[in-house]
């Protein structure tokens, strides 16, 4: 897969305001800072997200419309708010009920900087996930910061603190390392979500053959 075509659909919050296509959405979250934005841009190879701006601030989830048949969804970043300690208390009511009953994520691109254990709310984050179904894809990002063994040395220790069945995906904007790889995980997820979609159209029309 490559993103032939993007375009910025807006910031929004509550599940009225968001597009109504029936396409899959995956979403990209991480703390404030892990280079989110950064990579977004990265990826769809344009200026499109905001590098480095106040962290914190914004609680509004960014649709870009990728080859008009796929959204990518910038989560606000976490791990800034002193008071609420917990991920969820953070990001809010509105994005919890986001992940909650938006029907259209086909999974979730969780970010941990590659030279820092995942914290407290990565934690919570991916139990959160978990408790919700979603598909998770973890990256670790900053990739350039390590030399080659210590890199590999981080994807095992995060493989193994949680529980994964591969080494996680390393990226580097500065280095163009692991594009292409994410670029086939999002194209999995992608693909999963419409199987699972075809299969429901299908067995409904079954259903409605035999009754
Ligand atoms: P966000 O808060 O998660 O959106 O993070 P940003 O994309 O604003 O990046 C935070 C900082 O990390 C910025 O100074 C970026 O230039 C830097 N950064 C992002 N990605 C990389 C990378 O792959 N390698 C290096 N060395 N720095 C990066």
Not at 23 to 38: C, E, L, T, Y
Not at 94 to 107: F, M, N, S
Not at 187 to 202: C, I, P, V
Request: proline share 4%; hydrophobic share 40%.
């Amino acid at each position: 897969m490559e993103f032939r075509s993007v375009s910025f659909r807006g910031s929004y919050l509550r599940a009225q305001d968001r597009p109504k296509q029936w396409f899959p959405q995956i979403a990209f979250a991480g703390r404030s800072n892990v280079g989110k934005s950064s990579l977004l841009n990265w990826l769809l190879k344009q200026s499109v997200a905001r590098v480095a701006k106040a962290p914190g601030k914004t609680r509004t989830l960014n649709f870009y419309l990728v080859n008009d048949n796929l959204f990518l969804v910038d989560l606000p970043g976490y791990g800034y708010a002193k008071v609420a300690r917990h991920l969820r208390e953070q990001w809010g009511r509105e994005l919890d009920a986001y992940l909650a009953k938006e029907e259209r994520i086909a999974g979730v691109v969780s970010l941990i900087d590659i030279r820092h254990s995942p914290t407290a709310l990565d934690l919570e984050l991916q139990g959160l996930l978990k408790e919700l179904g979603l598909a998770s894809v973890i990256v670790l990002t900053k990739a350039d910061k390590l030399g080659r063994s210590k890199r590999h040395q981080r994807q095992r220790d995060v493989q193994s603190q949680l529980g994964l069945p591969s080494p996680p995906i390393a990226t580097s904007v500065a280095a163009g390392e692991g594009r292409r790889e994410l670029l086939r995980a999002v194209a999995g997820l992608a693909d999963s979500w419409r199987e699972l979609q075809q299969e429901r159209t299908h067995g409904t029309e079954e259903e409605k053959r035999e009754g």
